[in-house]
Nanobody, 123 residues
Framework: QVRLVESGGGSVQPGGSLRLSCAAT????????MAWFRQAPGKSLVPVAG???????FYTDSVRGRFTVSRDNAKNTLDLEMNGLRSEDTDIYSC?????????????????WGQGTQVTVSS
């Protein structure tokens, strides 16, 4: 059974850090394009960071230099280290996978989605 399960969300103060993890079962993430998305209530999903099928990483401008995405092939997980968090980073973060696309830094279709984890940054 294919599943993506996120963990690590929570509430932090501005400037704090969180580490999100996405555990995949039922497929090998090393051959997939993997990405983290964010979504605010009533708004569209927006890609935040991820790893293309060729292994290169990408980041949206608002998080570059603060967030680090990594893939652990042995554990079959995709992680997102979030540092220097700001109130505007508050959202639900979900991981997703696509088997066929080489690059997934846009809002194109993804094959599998996790349920999401809430990140709240507030003083």
């Amino acid at each position: 059974q294919v599943r993506l399960v996120e963990s690590g969300g929570g509430s932090v103060q501005p400037g704090g850090s969180l580490r999100l993890s996405c555990a995949a079962t039922g497929f090998d993430i090393s051959s997939y394009c993997m990405a983290w998305f964010r979504q605010a209530p009533g708004k569209s999903l927006v890609p935040v960071a991820g790893i293309h099928r060729n292994g290169s990483s990408f980041y949206t401008d608002s998080v570059r230099g603060r967030f680090t995405v990594s893939r652990d092939n042995a554990k079959n997980t995709l992680d997102l280290e979030m540092n220097g968090l700001r109130s505007e980073d508050t959202d639900i973060y979900s991981c997703a996978a696509n088997k066929y696309r080489e690059y997934c830094s846009d809002n194109g279709p993804m094959n599998y989605w996790g349920q999401g984890t809430q990140v709240t940054v507030s003083s």
